[in-house]
């Protein structure tokens, strides 16, 4: 139909199965006849929180689009828990909205992060009505994303969201006396101003910024149930994407914190069948466009991105909802950084992918840029050296660029790495320039044989692309906790360790040159190891681990890299 002019309800009662009450804004077409419905459900306000994509435009276009607080939040009734209730609200809540005047029972759900991900778990719980879902930057499951990042805690990303995102709302709910809710908002002006200092306090479960307030109980609890804890069972699609019957959009990132759960959730639905499609950009989380970190991408990059969102959302729509013809696209869409174009594929891993080791070589001073680390297609020498670093827990290497997801100057995204390669705990391995170009995209692991004098510790990697002129732009990036593979007491053991990179798309240029950096810390995306066998959320004692790692010709420490032909 033709674009229309709209009405809005606001506070329009949805009344949960348990008695609760959530309320919604409801943008409908000023126009006679039924509609199908879009829905969000997000708890960054339905009036102010809602920049992803505007609820106006998609009701001009033919639709009645609800804007939900979530349980908890703003205007909606009950206690908020992250994720806790949003399969059966996501249930009762489409049901509902499938049955407002003028509905005509059809269902669409959209949104980004949190509310990209109140549509999975709404879609998991199965309602007949939900028939389609756009899940854009989103979730599988919490553990992962914060406390089991393969045995590491998301430590910015937790902080940096309870205390920005979602702590303001909480204070204004539970601190009823006004002078004492003025100074709570006064401290967390303060708190904010304060964050990158405030990530280095320990122990973690102690943490001011919140406990102070007292109004986000969740946070610490959260962080101290086990991974087979009850808790996580309503808050996880990752088990059970059998349940996920609704056809999805999938967008993503190759810089979102959210990367491997996005190409996880379209694997959920395209290995069954239900035309679930993938789009990958150069993006970081929440960010559509062209200059992303310290790198344009060019205007291909618009072409998917925050330009024409709307109408990617409205042709998926239109297509599972009115019928209408979807244009032929090969199910998966992905970016290819170093020559910044889109290509299509039918599967991922892409089927011409040859998984290639790239090993690690050195005379044993791989430390540093400036060290003898080289990386090439060849096995180690029987007689190479091992390379050696001092990890301090109390001087972690900083966060820079890469999948992030917390509050800092130049966070997330591409950024220069040439200044944190400087440093002497980061072992540093670079290939000669390419004579060809080369292209790596999927999945990517770096098999790293390494031995710690500490009880348990971290490796880390990264997965760089140097430029002619020495610019060394991170691509992507992994940590790995010792006792997540090998127990825990790692002490003086040798072990092989495997650390998931997630996924890239990138063409090395003719002239660029692959490094590979590790290093044993990647603050403060990740929590620092103390290195004791304990952890900061609850110690404040550490020691310094002296790390050993091995590339020769029994200890073949490599990355696997995807090479495209």
Not at 159 to 179: F, G, M, Q, V, Y
Not at 249 to 256: F, P, V
Request: glycine share 8%; proline share 6%.
């Amino acid at each position: 139909m033709k674009h229309c002019k709209i009405k809005i309800e606001k506070d329009v009662p949805a009344k949960m199965r348990d008695g609760v009450t959530l309320y919604a804004d409801v943008y409908r077409p000023e126009a006679d006849g039924e509609f199908p419905v879009l829905l969000t459900r997000l708890p960054y306000s339905k009036i102010f929180g809602l920049h992803f994509l505007r609820p106006d435009v998609l009701a001009e276009n033919g639709y009645i689009v609800v804007v939900q607080d979530v349980r908890g939040r703003f205007s909606s009734e009950g206690e908020f828990v992250p994720y806790i209730n949003e399969a059966n609200d996501g249930y009762d809540t489409v049901e509902w909205a499938a049955k407002l005047p003028q509905a005509n029972g059809k269902v669409g759900m959209f949104g980004l992060s949190y509310y990209g991900y109140t549509q999975l778990l709404a879609a998991m719980a199965e309602p007949p009505s939900l028939k389609v879902i756009v899940p854009t930057m989103s979730q599988n499951n919490m553990t992962d994303v914060f406390n089991d990042h393969d045995g590491a805690l998301e430590l910015g990303a937790w902080a940096s969201w309870s205390i920005e995102s979602i702590l303001p709302d909480l204070i204004a709910r539970h601190i009823t006396d006004s002078k004492e809710q003025e100074a709570a908002f006064r401290q967390l002006e303060k708190d904010l101003d304060n964050l990158e200092e405030w990530y280095k306090f320990k122990p973690i479960n102690a943490w001011p910024p919140i406990k102070s307030t007292g109004a986000m109980p969740y946070f610490t609890e959260i962080l101290d149930y086990p991974l087979d804890h009850p808790h996580w069972e309503n808050t996880s699609v990752k088990d059970n994407y059998d349940r996920v019957k609704t056809p999805g959009l999938h967008i993503g990132g190759w810089y979102d914190c959210f990367l491997d759960k996005t190409i996880a959730n379209f694997l959920g639905g395209h290995r069954q069948g239900l035309g679930d499609k993938l789009v990958i950009g150069p993006w970081t989380h929440g960010n559509f466009i062209s200059m992303i970190g310290d790198r344009n991408f060019g205007t291909a990059a618009d072409s998917w991105g925050e330009a024409n969102m709307h109408a990617r959302h409205l042709e998926w729509f239109n297509h599972w909802l009115k019928g209408e013809e979807l244009p032929h696209t090969a199910p998966i869409q992905i970016f290819t950084m170093g020559i910044n174009k889109w290509q299509g594929a039918k599967n991922w891993p892409l089927e011409n992918t040859n998984f290639t080791p790239l090993y690690f070589h050195s005379e044993g001073r791989a430390n540093t840029l400036d060290g003898d680390g080289t990386a090439d297609f060849k096995r180690p020498k029987a007689t190479e050296k091992s390379d050696h670093f001092a990890y301090d827990p109390e001087n972690p290497v900083p966060s820079h660029g890469g999948g992030t997801l917390h509050k800092a100057i130049q966070a997330d995204g591409p950024r220069d790495q040439r200044d944190l390669e400087q440093r002497e705990d980061i072992l540093c391995y670079t290939t000669a320039p390419l004579n060809e170009e080369i292209e790596v995209t999927g999945p990517v692991e770096v098999v790293l044989w390494a031995k710690t004098d500490a009880i348990n510790t971290d490796f880390t990697a990264k997965l760089i692309d140097v430029m002619p002129d020495g610019t060394a732009y991170n691509l992507t990036e992994g940590i790995i906790r010792a006792s997540k593979q090998h127990g825990n007491n790692v002490q003086n053991g040798l072990h092989k360790y495997t650390i998931n990179l997630w996924s890239t798309s990138n063409v090395f240029l003719k002239g660029h040159a692959i490094r590979v950096e590790i290093s044993s810390s990647n603050f403060p995306r990740f929590d620092a190891n103390p290195n004791t066998g304990a952890s900061f959320i609850d110690t404040t004692e550490s020691v310094i681990a002296n790390q050993t790692v091995f590339h020769d010709v029994e200890h073949p420490s490599h990355i696997l890299l995807p090479i495209v032909k």
